[in-house]
């Protein structure tokens, strides 16, 4: 099955738009700077399903997966969850980047940045 879909694959739709009613406190007010082009024009998407998995935010022009990790996320099996996660999504072609909750609150400027930083500059 090569041809198979990888996006928003429809048994997941429930948990997805369950996710995207209530959002954690750190992803609200990342989403708050990313919806609606904010961010040199890019469109983002949140709660979006890759395979299996669904991700917290998603730009497909660029082909950028962005993830925020909370005190859930500091644990042997969740890291181990994480890395696996991070893998499939990686061969599928897709960059991954991650920050702490904590990041985002204290320091969203240099998040920012570092989203940016990631945009293909070649198109």
């Known amino acids: 099955?090569?041809?198979?879909?990888?996006?928003?694959?429809?048994?997941?739709?429930?948990?997805?738009?369950?996710?995207r009613k209530n959002l954690t406190p750190t992803e609200a007010f990342l989403w708050s700077k990313l919806k609606s082009r904010q961010l040199n024009n890019k469109r983002f998407t949140k709660q979006h399903g890759i395979g299996s998995y669904i991700v917290d935010f998603y730009c497909a022009s660029e082909k950028l997966v962005i993830e925020l990790d909370g005190d859930v996320h500091n644990n042997p099996i969740a890291q181990e969850y994480d890395k696996k996660r991070t893998l499939f999504i990686e061969n599928k072609g897709y960059k991954l980047i991650r920050f702490e909750n904590k990041m985002v609150f204290d320091h969203l400027p240099s998040v920012l940045k570092e989203i940016q930083d990631n945009f293909n500059t070649t198109q």
């Open 1 to 19: 099955m090569a041809n198979q879909k990888l996006h928003n694959k429809k048994e997941f739709q429930e948990r997805r738009k369950q996710l």
